[in-house]
């Protein structure tokens, strides 16, 4: 108790040194380090919705691909029934493969668009 009479002057001091050394720990080395992990988390979570989102978009792009295809493929199944008639089964195989054409060029520009919005580089 006598320690405590004579040095409580200094023991005040060191307390309040130490509060204060905590203070500028906390201030320039955690929270910065919290801050960065935090942007860290928010980049590596940006990154995979676009990841995610440019999966689904190039995934809604092929659906539509094959539901195109399977319309193309029925049309270009009629072009069986013009075997009398040579000149109209060219002109309906033709017709056929201008629609896969266009198709398969409206899935190639669906799908630069898709990497156009979504990509992270």
């Avoid at 440019?54 to 691909?65: F, G, S, Y």
């Avoid at 193309?72 to 000149?87: H, I, L, R, S």
């Avoid at 266009?102 to 630069?112: D, G, M």
Wanted: aromatic residues 10%; negative net charge.
């Amino acid at each position: 108790m006598n320690f405590l009479k004579q040095n409580w002057f200094k023991l005040g001091i060191l307390a309040i040194g130490i509060v204060i050394t905590y203070s500028f720990y906390q201030v320039f080395i955690i929270q910065p380090r919290a801050e960065r992990e935090e942007e860290k988390t928010a980049e590596e979570t940006l990154r995979s919705e676009a990841k995610g989102n440019l999966e689904r978009c190039i995934a809604d792009a092929k659906d539509v691909l094959r539901t195109k295809k399977a319309i193309d493929d029925e049309f270009c199944a009629k072009c069986d029934g013009y075997v009398d008639n040579y000149t109209l089964q060219n002109q309906c195989l033709d017709g056929c493969l201008e629609l896969s054409t266009k198709s398969l060029n409206e899935y190639k520009e669906t799908e630069r668009t898709c990497f156009q919005r979504f990509s992270t580089n």
